[in-house]
Structure formats: C-alpha cells, structure tokens
C-alpha cells in the first residue's frame, strides 16, 4: 500500500509540474501584455499599472479584424475538402482494401515525416509558377497537400477497425459501394470525422510559415500571420507583442474549452486505433 501510495504521489507531483511549466510562459506573457507600451519587463510579476488597452492598441495594429476574417476563409476553404478527400481516401484503403493499399498507406505514412520547413521553398516556386503566389489560394491548397497524410491515416485507422459484418449485411440488402460509403459508414464515422475537423480547424487557424512566405498581404494571412505586422518598429514593444499573441492564440483556446471532451477523445481514439 505505502508503494502504490509514493506511486500515486509521484505520478500527481510529475503532473503538477508539467501542468506548471506548460502554464507558466503563458502567464508570463499574459502579465508582460499588461505592461506600459516600449518598457521592457523582467521575470513574472504583475504590473502596478495594468495596461489593459494594449490589447486594443494590439487588435489596431495587426489589423486583426481583416485577419481574422481571412482565418475563417481560410480554415472553411481548407477543413471541408480534407474532411471529403481523407474520408474517401480512409474508406478505400481501410475498409475496402483497394489494390495497391499498403503501397497508398506507406506513402501516406512517409508524408507524415515531412516538415512544413523543408518543403516551404519548393511550395514558394511553386505557388508563383502556377500563379497563386500571394494569395489565399497558396495557402489553401498546400494545407490541404498537407494535411492529408494524418487526415488519410487518421481515417483509415477507424474504417479497418469496423466490423466486416456491417459491410456484408448491407451488401446483401443490395448496397452499392458508394450507398455503403455514404448511408452506412460515413454516419458511423461522425465521431472521428468531428474530431479531425476540429484539429485540422485549430491547425490551419494558427498555421504561421506558410502565410508569412507564401503570402505578402497581411490582410489575407492567417491569424498566427499577424505576428509579421508587429515587424520594424513594434518587434522591440514586448508588451504589445505578448498583447497580440494573446489575442492570436485566444480563439484557439476557446476552441479547445469548448469541445476539450471532443479533442481529448480524439487524441484517445488515434492512440488505440493507429
């Protein structure tokens, strides 16, 4: 008993203290955020004078208003066509075995290991080449190259996990594939479907790189991208600089707050089934 209880003890201090170090620069750059604007704050206190207003001043500068109207452009331009391609695509190669499935599933695996930075120099010269360079569109359609490797296997580890005898009942009453798909499997699939809609959703919302390279116009970037127009003058203002990565990274938060059960289900359900 006195071993499980040190057990128990150590396994909750380890907890606290990850909670504490994951939680403390947050902290800190909310209460530098809050200090007068050009001075330069020093460890994690609280200001005797906070400046609540650098949070306006903040939203002001980075035209944030724009920026969050691109975001949601954005995310509703990239989620939806991943969500239909990933699920089609986890169908085929989990569910129905397609020929050459292991082959399609390998090099699915494979684009998991590729890094956004090794690859944003080819996507640049790309992008200008087919002319969609600073625009919207250079963003849209690499996140949607991107996310498919995850979004692909993510989906695929639901559909190979389904019993066969929901597939072989329904072909027996007489259901083609694509009634198999649609009527059968994809309402089955809400629960995973709603999860990587919601991680895709939060990482092409704070998806910084590519907007910041790929795209000129801060007006059309993503919210992360809003960082670039803190540049020249205001990149030495700390405090407005942590007033607008607050203001940046608050939507994701509430986000996370909101569907935590669905998030936290989905991280669980990946773990089991990948």
Same mark, same amino acid.
């Given at each position: 008993?006195?071993?499980?209880?040190?057990?128990?003890?150590?396994?909750?201090?380890?907890?606290?203290?990850?909670?504490? !170090?994951?939680?403390?620069? $947050?902290?800190?750059?909310?209460?530098?955020?809050?200090?007068?604007?050009?001075?330069?704050?020093?460890?994690?206190?609280?200001?005797?004078?906070?400046? @609540?207003?650098?949070?306006?001043?903040?939203?002001?500068? =980075?035209?944030?208003?724009?920026?969050?109207?691109? +975001?949601?452009?954005?995310?509703?331009? !990239? !989620?939806?066509?991943?969500?239909?391609?990933?699920?089609?695509?986890?169908?085929?190669?989990?569910?129905? #075995?397609?020929?050459?499935?292991?082959?399609?599933?390998?090099? $699915?695996?494979?684009?998991?290991?590729?890094?956004?930075?090794?690859?944003?120099?080819?996507?640049?010269?790309?992008?200008?080449? /087919?002319? /969609?360079?600073?625009? #919207?569109?250079?963003?849209?359609?690499?996140?949607?190259?991107?996310?498919?490797?995850? =979004?692909?296997?993510?989906?695929?580890?639901? $559909?190979?996990?389904?019993?066969?005898? /929901? +597939?072989?009942?329904?072909?027996?009453?007489?259901?083609?594939?694509?009634?198999?798909? @649609?009527?059968?499997?994809?309402?089955? =699939?809400?629960?995973?479907?709603?999860?990587?809609?919601?991680?895709?959703?939060?990482? =092409?919302?704070?998806?910084?790189?590519?907007?910041?390279?790929? !795209?000129?116009?801060?007006?059309?970037?993503?919210?992360?991208?809003?960082?670039?127009?803190?540049?020249?003058?205001?990149?030495?203002?700390?405090?407005?600089?942590?007033?607008?990565?607050?203001? /940046?990274?608050?939507?994701?938060?509430?986000?996370?707050?909101?569907?935590?059960?669905?998030?936290?289900?989905?991280?669980?359900?990946?773990?089991?089934?990948?």
């Amino acid at each position: 008993m006195r071993v499980a209880r040190r057990e128990a003890y150590a396994g909750w201090a380890l907890l606290v203290a990850l909670m504490a !170090v994951t939680i403390l620069p $947050f902290v800190s750059i909310f209460t530098t955020a809050l200090y007068p604007s050009g001075s330069a704050p020093v460890g994690l206190s609280w200001p005797a004078d906070p400046q @609540w207003g650098n949070f306006l001043e903040a939203f002001k500068v =980075a035209n944030m208003s724009a920026l969050l109207f691109s +975001s949601v452009l954005i995310v509703l331009a !990239v !989620v939806p066509v991943s969500l239909v391609i990933s699920t089609m695509a986890g169908f085929a190669i989990g569910l129905l #075995r397609i020929p050459g499935s292991r082959v399609l599933l390998l090099l $699915f695996i494979f684009g998991l290991t590729l890094p956004f930075e090794g690859i944003i120099t080819p996507l640049y010269f790309l992008a200008r080449q /087919i002319g /969609i360079l600073n625009t #919207r569109l250079a963003i849209v359609l690499p996140l949607i190259g991107l996310f498919m490797p995850f =979004a692909v296997f993510w989906m695929r580890a639901h $559909f190979v996990n389904m019993p066969k005898e /929901i +597939s072989e009942a329904a072909r027996v009453d007489g259901a083609s594939t694509w009634d198999l798909f @649609w009527r059968i499997h994809v309402p089955l =699939a809400r629960p995973p479907i709603a999860s990587l809609a919601i991680l895709m959703s939060v990482w =092409a919302w704070n998806q910084f790189l590519l907007a910041l390279v790929l !795209v000129e116009d801060p007006t059309q970037r993503t919210m992360a991208g809003a960082l670039g127009a803190f540049q020249g003058h205001y990149a030495t203002d700390i405090p407005l600089l942590c007033a607008g990565t607050i203001l /940046i990274l608050l939507p994701t938060l509430v986000v996370f707050i909101l569907f935590q059960r669905q998030v936290i289900s989905a991280l669980l359900q990946g773990s089991v089934k990948g």
